[in-house]
């Protein structure tokens, strides 16, 4: 994927994923975790994002960034899904915001990189309760990636 | 703080490091994974509506 990104870091686990945004309001910690959901046949994991507080070193989810670096924070999560597939044991990467905004942001940055992503991936999005190949300028409430 | 050299390239590089924290017990993300699982029990996923969850 040859997008501008943030170098990161994971936990010995590989579930553990940090890095820091860097922009107008400084340098801010991100963590990305992943959760297995399901045992087998696929293993799909839940992709949890977001700020990490300095008051208290706990994920922030009602903070917005605003760090003018979208892309870039978005390239390195997709980096981050990349490293973490490269297993071909992990079949399935699932992912919604916290609000309906934030999903719809989601969906902003992914159709910003899409032919990016697609040369790896392929993404689809839930509408009204069915999974469809991702398409551009669709409104989702989930989305789901498959490494191809 | 020092700037963040930001990096392009194609190979995926990660440094393994232990002074990142295993946040799998983070309320946030504890609540994210049971709404996952919440709509995927409902939808399934493409061409499978059975999953078998944790």
Known sequence: MNLERYPYFKNSNFLSYEFYSEGPRGQIKKSVRFTAITINNPIIYNLGFGDISEANEEIDDSVISN???RNVVLA???NIIMDFTHNPSRHYIFATGNTPSRTRLYQMGISSILEEIR???VVFGLKDDEWQEF???VNYTAFLINRN | MATIKREVNSASDPI???NVKDRGNDPYFIKK???AKEILQRVGIPGKKKLDFK
């Open chain 1, 67 to 69: 760090n003018q670096d």
């Open chain 1, 119 to 121: 040369k790896d991936f």
């Open chain 2, 16 to 18: 393994v490091n232990n």
């Open chain 1, 135 to 137: 398409q551009r300028n």
């Open chain 1, 76 to 78: 390195t999560v997709a």
């Open chain 2, 33 to 35: 994974a049971e709404k």
